[in-house]
């Protein structure tokens, strides 16, 4: 069996390799198997879904495999990822499941585990889980004492109230035009209530109808065009995009100008040290962070802290060194005053409500910083990863010499699919453009 955990938990296209009822129950034994042995008493599970039309199947092949070990599963339905993340600590769960591929389109699924303190598993877990997913086949043992399955209230609702409860004290989104593009994602029923509820004047919803198999289509935060086309539409003052499972957030001023997470981060970080909040004087984000972000920290005394691609890399190093501010330029912003893992939903209360507070125009407050050129491409690939490929390794020592401090390129191999991800950011844009496309290729003729 292949390596099973990726960038983010598992993911696979549906229905085929770990991806199938069979592979998923053999995980839901295994992982409850591992959780079992640390609870205290009757070990408990809070599991979520996004709409994919494979959702169904796969919880069903998970609860197979974790009430056959003994696993108590509390179904959550469709609710984003940060909510079965906040689920499982409020209801005291040992474990918490979502099933999700993110920002993949429907074809994908995946799922992702918390701990009982709602944070993603550390490398570590995953590696013991992983061991044991390799291992004797018959190693996950069905238990004689199954466990139950039952489907708690208002789930939803609870957590739209736990959203709400991060804008800040006497602040209202009073007169605020939104348009929300939910990507026919986790979010679809949940988004467009939170910020009707906090005040808005008028929210107007798009990518709210999933079908099963629309999830990511030409809409959310992979795919703005729509979420811009209607903000000029519709006169709204600003625009907010989740995916598919609503962890991430991009946003669009008033002028059709997509704003990405490099830029979110800059006025969070900025706004909450301005009011004593930022702890660290500083924030974390990812080696893909433009150096823009990096050079307005400087200037505003805070620091840069990059980890490897992922936000679970990035919460790992918030809670090790104690910042309380992080994400990733795709738009994963972590907040971990508010909850332990990504939320779209919270993190676009945070920017509306310095909006509000600043009492500008969208345009004049999210364009924080002056990016630097940066130019991002992918080569897939079949058969052997080509990163270790000593033509490769040479050129990519050569361009960090070129660009002597001017800049930074990163070759790096996708996570959760076959795509060598090709990133070179710096100054001057045409030797940015001749950088990446000469990395290409070249990889072109390694693969």
Known sequence: MAKFFGTDGVRGLANTGKMTPASMLHLGQVVGQYFA????????????????LSGDMIEAALIAGLTSVGIDVKRAGVLPTSGVSLMTKGLRADLGVMITASHNKYPDNGVKFFGPDGCKLSDEAEAEIEALLLGDSDAAVPSVDLGRVSIPK???ARYVELCKATLPASQRLDGMKIVIDAAHGAAFATA??????????????IGASPTGDNINAGCGSTATDL???TVLAEGADVGVALDGDADRLIMCDETGKIIDGDQLLGLIATSWKAQGRLRGNGIVATVMSNLGLERHLEANDMHLIRTQVGDRNVASRMRADGYNVGGEQSGHLLMT?????????MAAIQILAEIKRQNRAASDVLNVFEPVPQLLKNVRYSGDNPMTHPKLLAAIEKAQSDLAGQGRVLIRASGTEPLIRVMAEGNDLVKVEAIVDGFIALIETLV
């Open 37 to 52: 042995s640390q609870s205290g008493g009757r070990p408990s599970a809070v599991i979520g879904k996004d709409t994919r």
């Open 154 to 156: 208002g789930l939803q």
């Open 192 to 205: 467009a209530e939170t910020f009707w509820e906090l005040g808005a004047e008028d929210v107007i919803s």
């Open 227 to 229: 979420l811009s086309k």
């Open 337 to 345: 005053e508010y909850s332990p893992t990504g939320d779209g939903t």
